[in-house]
């Protein structure tokens, strides 16, 4: 038998457990920027049957204002795709930025994370007083 060992062998993770790990506040921003893509993709099942109803005739605009104004969870949904799409705008134009040059620097990144984060909140709460 040989009885020399594979140099990569040490050098191989033992533990890879994500959430011992520490994310920088780029790859979260960029994470959940992804996170809210598929938010507003499901999303759009419901702003799809909205659409339709509402245009089908003028009972069911009524109905779908109706369930809309009427309905705490309907109210919920609302605010959270609103929230969503203001935060994916806001992420989604910072990596926009970042495919032109700028903030591709350590600081640049960390302050356009933090950037994204006051901006979208600003949004969330925008949004949600406009909802309710």
């Not at 959940?32 to 069911?60: C, E, Q």
């Not at 935060?87 to 926009?96: D, F, P, S």
Request: hydrophobic share 50%.
């Amino acid at each position: 038998m040989n009885s020399k060992k594979n140099p990569s062998q040490g050098k191989r993770p033992v533990n890879l457990d994500l959430t011992s790990l520490q994310f920088p506040l780029p790859s979260l921003v960029s994470i959940t920027h992804r996170i809210s893509g598929i938010i507003l993709f499901v999303g759009l099942i419901f702003l799809f049957w909205a659409f339709d109803v509402s245009l089908s005739s003028p009972a069911g605009f009524d109905a779908v204002k109706d369930a809309i104004t009427g309905n705490a969870l309907a109210k919920i949904v609302c605010w959270g795709l609103l929230s969503a799409l203001g935060y994916h705008l806001v992420a989604g134009i910072r990596h926009l930025l970042m495919d032109i040059g700028y903030g591709e620097s350590l600081e640049g990144g960390q302050r356009g994370s933090q950037l994204v984060i006051v901006i979208s909140a600003v949004l969330v709460i925008l949004s949600g007083v406009w909802v309710w």
